[in-house]
């Protein structure tokens, strides 16, 4: 047992390495780019107009994307372990689709301001809780619940969001379609700090529940039936880690849009490494997460500087060809 | 003799569709008890209900004298565990899966398994010949090595009663006089009290001491093994002409098929 928790407290070691390594070039790199040193001796000084860089765009786009990155891979991951399929994450099932839904909605009937900088994830949250309400009563109402029309579902509840959405575009004003189009795109770029560190305690705290139910999460993997019989309420369990997944996901969408793919490829490649145990993979994934989004957004700020590209653009393309990658060489990667 | 299960006037089905319609039977403590009984007799809905996951339509099951209804899914995962004739199979190393059984017995805030988590999990495992494949995935193994490995996992629960659902169905003979023998050796020499539904009559006679013989939703007969698997009954039931004879190794009744030539004869 010991020689696991060596193992354990070396990898999470390593990852936080890595998020470190990660944090530090996502701080050098940019318009401005810096060398260690010369970022260590400007945190230093304090003042002048590279440091107000750093503290007001840097870290706090640094800190959204650990918390967005960490938020929706774990609630990726959470998913999988209910519906015991790889497929499964927030973009798949149609959350994300729903809470992007949910935040247009808000930004067209003008009802922004009665919740101030809150009203957005708000929405964001009812758009994604909606969502998973019909997901729960689509597949868990029947006793023998097929996952392929639960993805047909999702995939088709996305395509309905996002014509929806088009529909809000097509017949709102300028200035609010100026709006959702810029929200749409997805960035880490939020001006509110306060902002950042909702979504920031939030996703802990999803990570905390998480925990709460970590050996609930490991015995789901015989089986929502067999969980049963080992003494899991599986039925209380299942809706709790349904509502706790479409809250941090909808407060993480309606802060930076829709970032596909972050919940399926990071949960994989851990399980891949790391194997089924939850104790160790919720806090892997969560860190993962994290690095993941952190290096998207350097590629996404860098690659055609000055301008940005939509971090979505980036999270698709290097997720989805790592992932195809990683399917065609092993099917490891599909077992439970 | 004090039972482990009593079954009372149960009536259970899907939705409308009643199909357990008033069965009372009892288990002793200790027995080793056959459900038999032709394809949709309602055998599976039985040990659905037994096992919860079919809601009663009224009638009451009692282990060791509770209210099954009455007890936390923990509770009752200590009094009965379950092996299915399949199930999914997790990406899991057999201790991994093994220690799973020790569930119930975990505290809220436990992160790591306790040495006596390790412990049980492994006198089982060796109990059920599995601890070699200690450290192999479950799902690479042999299906009759699954099923010894859902068995060291049910008997890690330290259960009162062992419910298993045609645990031989799927096997090979090979397999399926490994798994009954070791079935049979758990109840003489652990006195675990073990029901179970089989489908093949003549492993239910040979290794059941009282069965408990099914027909559309109703007991039919039940009792000893010798008293149940009589020529009268069984044509009865299962529609079809057989003979019944002593196993002239073990003396147990078994039971033989007549075909249309055999007939003509």
């Known amino acids: 047992m010991n020689q696991r928790l060596k193992k354990w407290v070396i990898n999470v070691g390593s990852l936080l390495i890595l998020l470190l390594a990660a944090i530090l070039l996502a701080l050098c790199v940019g ?33 959204l994307a650990i918390a967005v990155g960490g938020a929706l891979s774990i609630s990726g991951l959470v998913l999988q372990a209910i519906y015991r399929n790889p497929l499964v994450e927030p973009y ?4 994300s689709g729903g809470a992007a839904l949910g935040v247009a909605l808000g930004i067209v009937f003008g009802a922004t301001s009665i919740f101030s900088i809150f009203s957005l994830p708000i929405y964001g949250i009812i758009g994604a809780f909606i969502t998973i309400v019909i997901m729960y009563f689509l597949s868990m109402r029947r006793t023998h619940l097929n996952i392929n029309s ?24 300028t200035e609010k379609l100026q709006n959702i189009i810029f929200w749409t795109m997805g960035s880490l770029d939020e001006p ?50 349904f509502v706790v997944a479409s809250i941090i996901t909808g407060i993480s969408v309606a802060t930076v849009g829709v970032i596909g793919f ?47 590209l939509p971090i979505g653009v980036i999270t698709g393309l290097i997720g989805g060809t790592i992932f195809i990658i990683a399917i065609s060489k092993t099917n490891k990667l599909l077992k439970f | 003799m004090t039972n482990i299960l009593s079954i009372k006037n149960i009536v259970s089905g899907y939705g409308d569709k009643t199909i357990i319609k008033n069965i009372s039977f009892e288990v002793g403590t200790g027995s080793l008890t056959g459900i038999i009984g032709p394809n949709a007799c309602g055998k599976t809905t039985l040990f659905r209900t037994i096992t919860g996951d079919i809601s009663l339509n009224s009638g009451e099951i009692f282990i060791a004298q509770k209210d099954i209804s009455k007890l936390t ?38 992160f790591f398994e306790s040495n006596k988590d390790y412990e049980v999990a492994h006198k089982y495992m060796k109990l059920t010949d599995t601890y070699r494949y200690k450290d192999q995935q479950i799902n690479k193994l042999s299906g009759g090595a699954q ?29 399926q006089v490994q798994v009954l ?53 069984i044509e009865e039931v299962y529609k079809t002409i057989v003979i019944t004879q002593k196993n002239p190794i073990s003396n147990k009744p078994a039971v033989f098929l007549v075909s249309d030539e055999g007939n003509t004869i």
């Open chain 2, 181 to 233: 023998n070791l079935i049979r050796r758990l109840n003489k020499e652990m006195k675990l009290s073990v029901l179970m539904i089989i489908h093949d009559l003549n492993l239910a006679g040979e290794y059941c001491e009282n069965l408990v013989l099914m027909n559309a939703g109703k007991v039919h007969i039940m009792g000893t093994a010798e008293e149940v698997l009589n020529y009268k009954d």
């Open chain 1, 150 to 173: 639960i993805l047909l579902t999702g995939v088709m509840i996305s395509f309905i969001t996002s014509s929806a959405i088009m529909f809000l575009l097509a017949t709102t004003t």
């Open chain 1, 92 to 95: 798949t099932l149609g959350i």
């Open chain 1, 262 to 308: 972050v919940g399926l490829v990071v949960p994989h490649l851990l399980r891949y490494w790391l194997g089924n145990d939850y104790r160790i993979l919720l806090i892997s994934t969560f860190l993962g997460g994290a690095i993941f989004l952190i290096l998207s957004d350097v590629f996404a700020r860098t690659i055609i500087s000055p301008n940005e």
């Open chain 2, 73 to 110: 899914l923990k509770e009752k995962a200590k009094k009965i565990a379950i092996v299915t004739q399949s199930f999914d199979l997790p990406n899991l190393s057999v201790e991994e899966y093994v220690l799973l059984g020790r569930y119930p017995y975990n505290n809220r805030f436990q």
């Open chain 1, 192 to 241: 509110n700090i306060t902002l950042v560190y909702l979504v920031l305690t939030t996703s802990l705290l999803g990570l905390g529940v998480f925990y709460f139910f970590v050996r609930q999460l490991n015995a789901l993997r015989l089986g929502e039936s067999h969980a049963k019989y080992i003494g899991v309420n599986t039925s209380l369990i299942i809706k709790i880690l």
């Open chain 1, 31 to 63: 318009e401005m780019n810096l060398s260690p040193t010369e970022l260590l001796s400007i945190l230093k000084s304090k003042s002048g107009i590279e440091y107000s860089i750093i503290v007001n765009i840097r870290i706090p786009r640094i800190l």
């Open chain 2, 147 to 175: 099923q010894l490995v859902a068995i060291a996992r049910a008997l890690t629960q330290e259960p009162d009663l062992l419910l298993l659902d045609e645990p031989t169905s799927h096997l090979d003979i090979t397999h």
